[in-house]
């Protein structure tokens, strides 16, 4: 079936250091992927997302490549901010199929 | 983007009450919505598939007469939590998709007493 899984957290970073969760998907189909970001009490934001494989996905510093090669979908920033810290989320749908969430990452920047 | 919205945003009951989840689609039409659920520090888990005009989708395990859908407009979704027990306490998000991407409610938290 269709799954996604994501590097399990939680994970604990300086400001300012490269952030990379690491994201694998079932090659069920042709899927689109997704980012969401959830912040503390708050519901789910689209952090970015790519449709075909090769493309890449960016959004506030955040970027992510659609790798059909190794079925994945690595989330990955440069310099990250105390405010970056929130759960993400990796997903994948097929059309408009509901969406196959990985576990989550907890993310916690320090300063 | 587009926007959905869920009401209330929080409320609590008590336990062998029922409460109502309203979901809309506040700029679009949506013949079909999803309802999650999240556990604390868990990732969303797809409950339904709420469809307009027709019978909702339920997911394996969950409980059709327990958490029943309406799907009354093509931009109101509704999830009432029937006899709630302190276990259906949880955080229930609703979603709607549009050709190419899936729109989130802010969610609701639910906490039976």
């Known amino acids: 079936g269709n799954s996604v899984t994501q590097m399990e957290g939680p994970v604990t970073l300086s400001e300012e250091a490269f952030l990379t969760i690491n994201c694998t998907y079932t090659a069920t189909g042709y899927p689109s992927l997704f980012w969401y970001v959830q912040y503390p009490g708050e519901g789910l934001q689209l952090l970015l997302k790519a449709t075909k494989a090769d493309d890449k996905g960016s959004n506030k510093g955040f970027e992510a490549t659609y790798r059909k090669e190794t079925t994945s979908f690595h989330l990955e920033k440069g310099s990250v901010q105390v405010s970056d810290s929130a759960v993400y989320f990796c997903?994948?749908?097929?059309?408009?199929?509901?969406?196959?969430f990985g576990k989550g990452t907890r993310l916690s920047v320090i300063a | 983007g587009a926007v959905v919205s869920q009401h209330p945003s929080w409320v609590i009951c008590k336990s062998g009450t029922s409460v109502k989840i309203e979901c809309r689609s506040l700029d679009f039409q949506a013949t079909t919505m999803f309802w999650y659920r999240q556990f604390p520090k868990q990732s969303l888990m797809l409950m339904a598939t709420?469809?307009?005009?027709?019978?909702?989708?339920?997911e394996q395990g969950v409980e059709k007469d327990k958490f029943l859908i309406n799907h009354a407009s093509l931009t109101l979704s509704t999830l009432t939590v029937t006899s709630a027990h302190p276990e259906d306490s949880s955080f229930y998000i609703c979603?709607?998709?549009?050709?190419?991407?899936?729109?989130f409610g802010p969610g609701t938290r639910l906490t039976v007493l």
């Open positions: 997903a994948r749908s097929t059309g408009n199929t509901p969406l196959v």
């Open positions: 709420s469809n307009e005009g027709s019978k909702a989708t339920y």
């Open positions: 979603s709607a998709p549009t050709w190419d991407e899936q729109f």
